[in-house]
């Protein structure tokens, strides 16, 4: 049998390691929305340590990405002994679920052809500060803004929408309606407000080379060479990092309105592919990982397997 570690898979993660090396605190990012929280939101320095180990992060890194994360109120530090143990904060919790539902969901779903409208009047009671976050909520959440108080979006998830409007204070600083387009002759259909509003050559690039850097991969794991838990581990992390980088400057529009042959949805059935192959594999070296330092690290959430459709359990 041939030496895993010397598999192309291998020498693939090597080579994106080089030539894309992941900034640590990002990545410490990504490994808490995709590994920590679905094993109960908490683990020790040392197994996140380990768990970082594979691509290169240093100690030094480590603690000083975890320290800023701290700092920046994502995570809480409790120490027992010399040992620190991190967990992530309450409201950081519901922070993750929000952004990481993205990656797990498809955004292609049915749309009843209605759109979204938020906004507000001067005469309300809104400060600059909350003005200043319910607009970074909702432009990262994919709103174009028609003005500096009113924004659109074709398909929201209106309970997402709820949160950020609860989040930034601003329930009742604002209205909320939905749109149908009007069938008055010589007006603007709302639908060319796509081209008008949002980016998307940027984002369709991003997919394109994402396609382009992990197909190989989900070509050489259908071969059925051999591959370690470590290796598959590294490849899932470093997939939903990538895709959950792009994913941050997706508007996710309704498929009905992208252009033909949409780039992001070949790239997340990609994406989608590869984690199912490689799950299994990947949650044995996690859990061997955590119960390293934490013998009572719990097995991954329920919701977990409900991700990408469904996944395959050991």
């Not at 909520?137 to 997402?160: K, M, V």
């Not at 994402?210 to 991969?217: E, K």
């Not at 959430?301 to 359990?313: I, K, M, S, T, V």
Request: hydrophobic share 40%; aromatic share 10%; net charge neutral.
């Amino acid at each position: 049998m041939s030496d895993p570690s010397h598999s192309d898979l291998a020498l693939w993660a090597a080579h994106h390691l080089e030539n894309r090396p992941p900034r640590a605190k990002s990545l410490v990012m990504t490994l808490f929305g995709d590994v920590i929280r679905p094993h109960g939101g908490k683990l020790w320095l040392g197994s996140l340590i380990q768990l970082l180990a594979p691509f290169g992060i240093s100690d030094r890194l480590v603690r000083t990405s975890v320290y800023r994360l701290a700092e920046e109120g994502w995570l809480s530090a409790q120490r027992e002994g010399r040992r620190s143990q991190y967990t992530l904060r309450p409201e950081a919790s519901q922070r993750f679920e929000h952004a990481y539902q993205r990656i797990y969901t498809p955004t292609y779903l049915a749309w009843n052809g209605k759109w979204t409208l938020v906004f507000s009047l001067p005469g309300l009671m809104m400060n600059s500060k909350q003005r200043a976050d319910l607009r970074k909520e909702l432009l990262w959440e994919g709103f174009c803004a028609l003005s500096p108080t009113a924004f659109l979006h074709p398909n929201p998830d209106h309970t997402i929408l709820d949160y950020i409007l609860q989040a930034t204070q601003a329930r009742g600083q604002v209205y909320v309606a939905q749109l149908e387009p009007s069938d008055l002759p010589q007006t603007r259909p709302l639908a060319q407000l796509i081209e008008e509003s949002w980016d998307l050559a940027h984002v369709a690039k991003g997919y394109g080379e994402f396609i382009q850097r992990f197909m190989p991969v989900r070509d050489m794991l259908q071969t059925g060479q051999p591959y370690s838990a470590e290796q598959a581990f590294a490849v899932r992390t470093l997939l939903i990092h990538e895709f959950r980088r792009i994913q941050l400057h997706d508007p996710q529009l309704p498929i009905e309105l992208l252009p033909a042959g949409w780039a992001g949805k070949q790239a997340y059935e990609l994406c989608r592919t590869i984690y199912r192959l490689v799950s299994v594999k990947a949650e044995q070296y996690i859990l061997h990982t955590l119960r390293a330092e934490d013998e009572h690290a719990p097995e991954a959430a329920p919701y977990f397997y409900e991700r990408f459709d469904g996944l395959p359990q050991a």
